[in-house]
């Protein structure tokens, strides 16, 4: 029994659900966003057009599991279509610097012979703080936290000195170097 497929989710002010078959469409002030959904369950929009639910078809287990998976997605879409989503990343290193150029592109200087560039994927937005903040902000929550992994992975923080490109708010436990023997 899927306890996050039976909630409710709130449609706010502005935002839509279209449904034609298993796709559905959501479209907001930011923006349209659509996606197919799982055949074992269907979405239900209330006529008031302010709440919206999820019902499976049948009592199986995959039925309850893609019951909860297709709420969560559904939700992800109203919140992106309204407010958005933003994942921040911060760098450590001396020397160590980003910034955006006039194409879109992300230059980030991390330690390599030559800066790294990154080309980033429509529907996102990259804002650069102080040279070493990078916020990335778009609608489309799984797209948002890729382009942030991606960009993490070009200089992951390594555990001895912690230079590296990091999750705001991320910990890195640092590991004690290499002590002269006695």
Do not use: C
């Not at 979405?43 to 969560?72: F, M």
């Not at 992975?153 to 990091?166: A, C, F, H, T």
């Not at 999750?167 to 023997?181: F, L, T």
Request: a positive charge; zero cysteines.
């Amino acid at each position: 029994m899927s306890r996050i497929g039976k909630r409710i989710i709130e449609i706010p002010e502005g935002v839509s659900i279209k449904k034609e078959g298993n796709l559905v469409v959501v479209q907001g002030p930011k923006g349209t966003l659509s996606r197919v959904l799982p055949r074992e369950v269907e979405i239900i929009v209330e006529t008031d057009n302010k709440t919206a639910h999820v019902e499976k078809s049948s009592a199986a287990r995959v039925a309850d599991q893609n019951q909860g998976l297709a709420r969560t997605l559904v939700a992800n879409m109203v919140t992106g279509v309204s407010a958005g989503y933003e994942k921040g990343l911060e760098i450590s290193g001396v020397g160590y610097r980003a910034e955006v150029d006039d194409n879109g592109m992300l230059k980030l200087a991390v330690g390599y012979s030559s800066p790294v560039v990154y080309e980033v994927p429509e529907g996102i937005s990259l804002r650069v703080d102080k040279q070493v903040n990078i916020f990335v902000a778009g609608i489309d929550k799984e797209l948002v936290g890729k382009v942030a992994a991606e960009i993490r992975s070009i200089r992951k923080p390594e555990p001895y000195k912690g230079k590296g490109i990091r999750y705001a708010g991320e910990v890195v436990r640092k590991k004690e170097g290499k002590s002269a023997g006695a």
